[in-house]
């Protein structure tokens, strides 16, 4: 089987999966296209564009299967290269631009939400990494296009792709007996997210803040992906909880896994989340998550390892786990999220679409 893979915007958990299905399902004939996950808005409305130009040869060969993420613009590259719309062509959405919670300086993602249903609507399977994500696809698309001028009907398309589509996750790796000897510290809290505003630093370090105040023994590892502008609360943080930090700021691969593997608590504060793998690897290597009772999170974490999405509900719990230790729950059992539970399902999408 030959399976060209597009990824139009290889942020690192794209590139994970991309990386691991292959790893994998070693069996197909995989072509990888990618692109680097910078500017934005240029890039899922230009990667057909790009790849038409650079990858002109690899595109004109003839696949059976063409799978895609979500901000690939499918519609426009079938109209560049007819013959890939005789493949069978399948969708990954790691994500939807319909439930991206918009600051008040960003212009709307018009182009964005669009390329997302063109690219749905274009595809024979569309598959989501959650439940979530599915739902607030449909139900974003319906409410977005009824503010199209023409008022068009848009419920039976997109409950007919509601009732086609798969929700697969992103499994994660088995998990590596090299570092199973690392002493676990109970009191050290991970923060292992983007630095960006939608992962709602505020809530996390207002709470820290408050603990430290109190006196409340913690220690702290800021990890995750930062960028050049990150929102304002990262620097007053690392200056407010210095005391406390044992790290800050993104790791090399050993060091972060060995902060993983250490650490007792895992937190998560965010407005935006489709699967969370971040948290997920946490937890794998026995670290407590904390999650948001919203979003994707009620369907992956039983109710003791989620708070109620308020600041005072992640200090309750926070300061809970930090000074009795018997308040905690016992290490989340994540077998069932690795890809040997997940293989046959893959395999399984792409040899019904082949």
Same mark, same amino acid.
């Given at each position: 089987?030959?399976?060209?893979?597009?990824?139009?915007?290889?942020?690192?958990?794209?590139?994970?999966?991309?990386?691991?299905?292959?790893?994998?399902?070693?069996?197909?004939?995989?072509?990888?296209?990618?692109?680097?996950?910078?500017?934005?808005?240029?890039?899922?409305?230009?990667?057909?564009?790009?790849?038409?130009?650079?990858?002109?040869?690899?595109?004109?060969?003839?696949?059976?299967?063409?799978?895609?993420?979500?901000?690939?613009?499918?519609?426009?590259?079938?109209?560049?290269?007819?013959?890939?719309?005789?493949?069978?062509?399948?969708?990954?959405?790691?994500?939807? &631009?319909?439930?991206?919670?918009?600051?008040?300086?960003?212009? @709307? =993602?018009? #182009? !964005?939400?669009?390329?997302? *249903?063109?690219?749905?609507?274009?595809?024979?399977?569309?598959?989501?990494?959650?439940?979530?994500?599915?739902?607030?696809?449909?139900?974003?698309?319906?409410?977005?296009?009824?503010?199209?001028?023409?008022?068009?009907?848009?419920?039976?398309?997109?409950?007919?792709?509601?009732?086609?589509?798969?929700?697969?996750?992103?499994?994660?790796?088995?998990?590596?007996?090299?570092?199973?000897?690392?002493?676990?510290?109970?009191?050290?809290?991970?923060?292992?997210?983007?630095?960006?505003?939608?992962?709602?630093?505020?809530?996390?370090?207002?709470?820290?803040?408050?603990?430290?105040?109190?006196?409340?023994?913690?220690?702290?590892?800021?990890?995750?992906?930062?960028?050049?502008?990150?929102?304002?609360?990262?620097?007053?943080?690392? &200056?407010?909880?210095?005391?406390?930090?044992?790290?800050?700021? @993104? =790791?090399? #691969? !050993?060091?972060?896994?060995? *902060?993983?593997?250490?650490?007792?608590?895992?937190?998560?504060?965010?407005?935006?989340?489709?699967?969370?793998?971040?948290?997920?690897?946490?937890?794998?290597?026995?670290?407590?998550?904390?999650?948001?009772?919203?979003?994707?999170?009620?369907?992956?974490?039983?109710?003791?390892?989620?708070?109620?999405?308020?600041?005072?509900?992640?200090?309750?719990?926070?300061?809970?786990?930090?000074?009795?230790?018997?308040?905690?729950?016992?290490?989340?059992?994540?077998?069932?999220?690795?890809?040997?539970?997940?293989?046959?399902?893959?395999?399984?999408?792409?040899?019904?679409?082949?």
């Amino acid at each position: 089987m030959r399976v060209l893979l597009l990824s139009a915007y290889e942020a690192v958990s794209h590139r994970y999966w991309a990386q691991s299905l292959m790893a994998q399902l070693d069996d197909v004939s995989w072509t990888l296209l990618s692109l680097p996950p910078r500017h934005f808005a240029w890039r899922i409305r230009g990667n057909p564009l790009s790849w038409m130009l650079k990858e002109h040869a690899t595109l004109s060969q003839s696949f059976d299967v063409v799978l895609a993420t979500s901000m690939v613009d499918l519609a426009t590259l079938i109209g560049l290269f007819p013959h890939l719309g005789q493949a069978q062509k399948i969708v990954y959405f790691h994500e939807n &631009q319909f439930a991206y919670p918009e600051s008040s300086d960003q212009m @709307p =993602q018009v #182009e !964005a939400k669009m390329v997302n *249903l063109y690219t749905a609507l274009a595809a024979d399977s569309v598959v989501f990494n959650s439940a979530y994500n599915r739902d607030s696809f449909i139900d974003g698309a319906r409410a977005f296009l009824k503010k199209m001028p023409e008022n068009l009907p848009a419920a039976n398309p997109l409950e007919a792709l509601r009732k086609r589509a798969h929700v697969l996750p992103v499994p994660l790796s088995i998990r590596s007996t090299s570092l199973h000897d690392t002493p676990r510290r109970p009191q050290l809290i991970v923060w292992n997210h983007r630095w960006e505003y939608d992962k709602n630093p505020n809530d996390f370090f207002e709470v820290l803040f408050r603990l430290s105040a109190e006196g409340v023994a913690f220690e702290l590892a800021v990890l995750g992906q930062r960028f050049r502008q990150s929102p304002d609360i990262f620097e007053q943080a690392e &200056q407010r909880l210095a005391k406390h930090v044992v790290a800050w700021g @993104p =790791q090399p #691969e !050993a060091e972060y896994r060995a *902060l993983l593997e250490g650490a007792g608590i895992v937190v998560s504060t965010t407005w935006h989340e489709f699967q969370g793998l971040a948290i997920m690897e946490a937890a794998q290597r026995g670290a407590l998550p904390l999650v948001p009772d919203r979003l994707c999170f009620p369907a992956l974490y039983p109710p003791a390892y989620r708070y109620d999405g308020t600041r005072e509900g992640l200090y309750q719990r926070l300061y809970d786990w930090l000074t009795d230790s018997t308040t905690r729950p016992a290490p989340l059992a994540t077998t069932a999220w690795e890809w040997p539970a997940w293989r046959d399902a893959y395999r399984q999408l792409l040899a019904v679409s082949a």
